[in-house]
């Protein structure tokens, strides 16, 4: 491996925060203020990691759920041009599934398996565990998750509270009532209204060739509720940068394998489990580990020897790795038997001793 690229595997894989000189214009995940306030100081660290992990990927895109792996979660989300999006938690595999288990047991997130006939087990979906009770109209905010707000929300924080009600004004300026821009301002985040502004704007300054638009006020709150979206080629900046995002997100997400590779992958999964009982969820752990050894080799060692290695099971502390031949089985007991001892240590918070073998 060139000096060069250690160095940018470096950089993607670690912040310097010797050469950190502050946040730069915020964007904001909108968060519910109960997390804060009354529930963070009864979270483990690990627990409070994943929690802001989910909301990240959630409200951090304006959605109530998301497919999220367990490799995100660890890991988190690398294009295959080695961009890196996130970080993921920095946990490790045990950790993640504890804090997960715990999550869920405290009636904090929400989680629906998905498996497909073709595909085999696919990413879970994840969401805040959420309350639409209505708040009462005076007194505290209390109850509902919904209603103890998003980041834009926060009564403390006169910052925040300018820019909404700047929001409830410009939206009142459009003959909206006080009470719907109030409620608009509470239910959707500043950046995300604005956005839909920017595409109001274009639509009545000649940007579409569609029917013009008789009630600016109503159209604009429907194009907020219900998310409408400019043309391809046409979007606004900020709205344009938050889909390319999101759409790299999804493309990584997915690990978009053709079908051949995809039918491939669940037929040795399939013959794992039937011969050597290996467990699923095992074998998507060393789907992060390869990616971690990718780093500590260079290139053509990892894709001659490494690449197409299996994880075929781990059973009392010792995790049984498939090579392809003798040779290949000698090339890694020989130079990467240590290196893939520790990474597997690490991500399952216990010592892990390798055997290779040959499928």
Same mark, same amino acid.
């Given at each position: 491996?060139?000096?060069?690229?250690?160095?940018?595997?470096?950089?993607?894989?670690?912040?310097?925060?010797?050469?950190?000189?502050?946040?730069?214009?915020?964007?904001?995940?909108?968060?519910?203020?109960?997390?804060?306030?009354?529930?963070?100081?009864?979270?483990?660290?690990?627990?409070?990691?994943?929690?802001?992990?989910?909301?990240?990927?959630?409200?951090?895109?304006?959605?109530?759920?998301?497919?999220?792996?367990?490799?995100?979660?660890?890991?988190?989300?690398?294009?295959?041009?080695?961009?890196?999006?996130?970080?993921?938690?920095?946990?490790?595999?045990?950790?993640?599934?504890?804090?997960?288990?715990?999550?869920k047991d405290k009636n904090l997130i929400d989680a629906v398996r998905n498996t497909d006939p073709k595909k085999?087990?696919?990413?879970?979906?994840?969401?805040?565990?959420?309350?639409?009770?209505?708040?009462?109209?005076?007194?505290?905010?209390?109850?509902?998750?919904?209603?103890?707000?998003?980041?834009?929300?926060?009564?403390?924080?006169?910052?925040?509270?300018?820019?909404?009600?700047?929001?409830?004004?410009?939206?009142?300026?459009?003959?909206?009532?006080?009470?719907?821009?109030?409620?608009?301002?509470?239910?959707?985040?500043?950046?995300?209204?604005?956005?839909?502004?920017?595409?109001?704007?274009?639509?009545?300054?000649?940007?579409?060739?569609?029917?013009?638009?008789?009630?600016?006020?109503?159209?604009?709150?429907?194009?907020?509720?219900?998310?409408?979206?400019?043309?391809?080629?046409?979007?606004?900046?900020?709205?344009?940068?938050?889909?390319?995002?999101?759409?790299?997100?999804?493309?990584?997400?997915?690990?978009?394998? $053709? @079908?051949? +590779? &995809? #039918?491939?992958?669940?037929?040795?999964?399939?013959?794992?489990? *039937?011969?050597?009982? !290996?467990?699923?969820?095992?074998?998507?752990?060393?789907?992060?580990?390869?990616?971690?050894?990718?780093?500590?080799?260079s290139r053509q060692f990892y894709d001659t020897w490494l690449k197409d290695t299996s994880l075929v099971n781990?059973?009392?502390?010792?995790?049984?790795?498939?090579?392809? $031949? @003798?040779? +290949? &089985? #000698?090339?890694?007991?020989?130079?990467?038997?240590?290196?893939? *001892?520790?990474?597997? !240590?690490?991500?399952?918070?216990?010592?892990?001793?390798?055997?290779?073998?040959?499928?």
């Open positions: 491996m060139s000096k060069k690229i250690e160095t940018q595997s470096k950089q993607d894989n670690h912040f310097d925060f010797s050469s950190f000189q502050g946040f730069v214009n915020p964007t904001t995940t909108p968060t519910p203020d109960l997390l804060f306030d009354k529930i963070m100081q009864y979270l483990k660290e690990s627990e409070l990691k994943v929690l802001l992990y989910i909301i990240r990927r959630t409200y951090g895109f304006k959605k109530k759920s998301d497919n999220i792996s367990l490799s995100q979660l660890v890991d988190g989300i690398q294009t295959k041009e080695g961009k890196v999006l996130d970080r993921g938690t920095g946990l490790s595999i045990s950790a993640v599934k504890r804090a997960l288990r715990s999550l085999g087990n696919l990413p879970t979906t994840y969401s805040l565990k959420m309350n639409d009770t209505p708040r009462p109209a005076n007194g505290p905010r209390v109850g509902s998750l919904t209603d103890q707000g998003l980041a834009h929300q926060g009564a403390t924080q006169q910052t925040v509270k300018q820019q909404t009600d700047s929001v409830v004004r410009r939206l009142m300026n459009l003959k909206i009532s006080k009470d719907k821009a109030n409620e608009l301002a509470q239910r959707f985040s500043d950046e995300y209204i604005t956005n839909k502004f920017e595409l109001l704007d274009w639509k009545q300054t000649g940007g579409s060739v569609g029917r013009p638009i008789k009630d600016p006020a109503g159209w604009l709150i429907r194009a907020i509720e219900n998310d409408y979206k400019p043309p391809k080629g046409s979007k606004s900046t900020a709205e344009g940068k938050v889909e390319k995002k999101e759409a790299e997100r999804r493309k990584v997400g997915s690990l978009e394998l $053709n @079908d051949a +590779a &995809r #039918e491939s992958e669940r037929n040795l999964r399939s013959k794992l489990a *039937e011969d050597y009982r !290996s467990v699923d969820e095992d074998l998507s752990v060393w789907e992060i580990a390869l990616r971690r050894l990718q780093l500590k080799f781990v059973e009392e502390g010792v995790a049984n790795i498939g090579a392809g $031949n @003798d040779l +290949a &089985r #000698e090339q890694l007991i020989k130079s990467a038997n240590d290196e893939v *001892e520790a990474v597997l !240590s690490n991500l399952f918070d216990e010592k892990i001793e390798v055997r290779f073998e040959v499928l």
